[in-house]
């Protein structure tokens, strides 16, 4: 049973590599047929290229490797897996466009930033002007951009950061302890320095 198995196997193969599908490259000694080349283990017509890995590119076509190719006018994206419109900036959708960027109504990748809110300058009351984010110290001079004045301390904190009591900043969500020194949510400042644990069903 098992030879004959074996046996119809052969033939079956003989009779696939015979067929039309071998034939329309090669004919029957293992050449390429008139108006034909080879390419690797396969044969080329005329008008396409032979890529470095044998394998034949339509006439205009761009090669991405792998055995795939993308057809006139488009490029090779995502590692050679899909095909997007030619030109550096165009797309068709999102995947087309490197991280950050998106696919516009006009088919091409704009960088997907955030509206920055313009501020107005300052002018102090000596008459300096501050710029855009920054504000007036009462000593002359403005604040870097960004960080504002605790008008109580003079102290200077960036965003993120409040005024401390006393002096200094402290984390906006931080239990502040006076002086820049602050405790986590849910801990509460001891006199002596230092943080511990608020008791349960109590308040801060």
């Given at each position: 049973?098992?030879c004959?198995?074996?046996?119809?196997?052969?033939?079956?193969?003989?009779?696939?590599?015979?067929?039309?599908?071998?034939?329309?490259?090669?004919?029957?000694?293992?050449q390429c047929r008139?108006?034909?080349?080879?390419?690797?283990?396969?044969?080329?017509?005329?008008?396409?290229?032979?890529?470095?890995?044998?394998?034949?590119?339509?006439?205009?076509?761009?090669?991405?490797g792998?055995?795939r190719?993308?057809?006139?006018?488009?490029?090779?994206?995502?590692?050679?897996?899909r095909?997007?419109?030619?030109?550096?900036?165009?797309?068709?959708?999102?995947?087309?466009?490197?991280g950050?960027?998106?696919?516009?109504a006009?088919?091409?990748?704009?960088?997907?930033?955030?509206?920055?809110l313009e501020?107005?300058?300052?002018t102090?009351?000596d008459?300096?002007?501050c710029?855009?984010?920054s504000?007036?110290?009462?000593?002359?001079?403005?604040?870097r951009?960004?960080?504002y004045?605790?008008?109580?301390?003079?102290?200077?904190?960036?965003?993120?950061?409040?005024?401390?009591?006393?002096?200094?900043?402290?984390?906006?969500?931080?239990v502040d302890?006076?002086?820049?020194?602050?405790?986590?949510?849910g801990?509460?400042?001891?006199?002596?320095?230092g943080?511990?644990?608020?008791?349960?069903?109590?308040?801060?």
């Open positions: 049973m098992l004959v198995l074996r046996f119809f196997l052969i033939s079956l193969l003989l009779t696939m590599l015979s067929g039309p599908a071998s034939a329309q490259f090669q004919d029957r000694y293992g008139a108006g034909q080349f080879k390419c690797g283990s396969t044969c080329c017509s005329g008008g396409q290229r032979c890529s470095f890995d044998g394998n034949c590119i339509p006439l205009g076509g761009t090669y991405c792998g055995g190719t993308c057809g006139p006018f488009e490029r090779c994206v995502a590692g050679g897996t095909c997007a419109p030619a030109g550096q900036n165009k797309c068709r959708s999102r995947l087309d466009c490197p950050g960027s998106i696919c516009n006009r088919g091409e990748c704009e960088r997907n930033t955030p509206d920055i501020l107005p300058s300052l102090c009351d008459g300096r002007i710029g855009s984010g504000s007036c110290l009462p000593g002359g001079g403005c604040s951009p960004g960080w004045l605790c008008e109580k301390t003079g102290s200077q904190c960036r965003q993120g950061f409040k005024c401390s009591k006393n002096q200094g900043c402290v984390p906006v969500k931080a302890c006076g002086y820049g020194k602050w405790c986590k949510p801990e509460q400042c001891l006199p002596e320095g943080c511990e644990k608020l008791p349960a069903a109590s308040d801060p």
